[in-house]
């Protein structure tokens, strides 16, 4: 009798070992899926954290695009406003000196009459360069400007007749002609 218990008892035993050793297989089989799936979602997270440097790495490239965009906006913003000043000071400086011109010319012209010599042709005739003559007002975010229209005598014809000093002449005076006009800068507007 004590035999068939220890039998009983190895026969348990055994009926433990295999449940157990189910189990542990079972179990087994569990943690090789979880290590492959912490494997895969450690590649997927090295890829992930990859993609993130070169997003990041772009990001980068675009701002210091973007800060380069604006330096250039900003020199292009001084560079506008001084040729503005610029263009101001050779318009004044060119007013003023057309301004001393013709008294000048005046003068010069009523001494010449005195003796009876013909008066000098007007600068637009002898040159056929331009006179200053105000058009428009014209206003921008950087500095208020006044533009000039330049007015210029057309070329004369070949078959023109010639004037006493030799020059080419039109058969009437014309005074004011279609206009020459200074672009405005851009970003300028109405």
Known sequence: MADEQEIMCKLESI????????????????LKAEFEALESEERHLKEY????????QEKMAHVE???????????????????????????????RLHDEYKPLKEHVDALRMTLGLQRLPD????????????VCH????????????????PRVGPGTPKSQNGSKMNEEKVTVNAPLI?????????
């Not at 009926?15 to 569990?30: S, Y």
């Not at 600068?123 to 003559?133: A, F, G, Q, W, Y």
């Not at 405005?184 to 109405?190: E, F, T, Y």
């Open 123 to 134: 600068l637009c005739e002898e040159e056929e360069k331009l006179s200053l003559e105000p």
């Open 49 to 56: 954290k990859q993609e993130m440097d070169l997003l990041l």
């Open 138 to 153: 014209v206003t921008n975010k950087f500095t208020e400007m006044h533009l000039y229209a330049l007015f210029a005598k």
């Open 15 to 30: 009926k433990e070992i295999r449940n157990k050793t189910l189990q542990m297989e079972k179990i087994k089989a569990r």
């Open 182 to 190: 200074i672009s405005p800068p851009c970003g300028l507007s109405d």
């Open 65 to 95: 695009e973007l800060r380069l965009i604006h330096a250039d906006i900003n020199v292009m913003e001084n560079t506008i406003k001084q040729s503005e000043n610029d263009l101001n000071k050779l318009l004044e400086s060119t007013r």
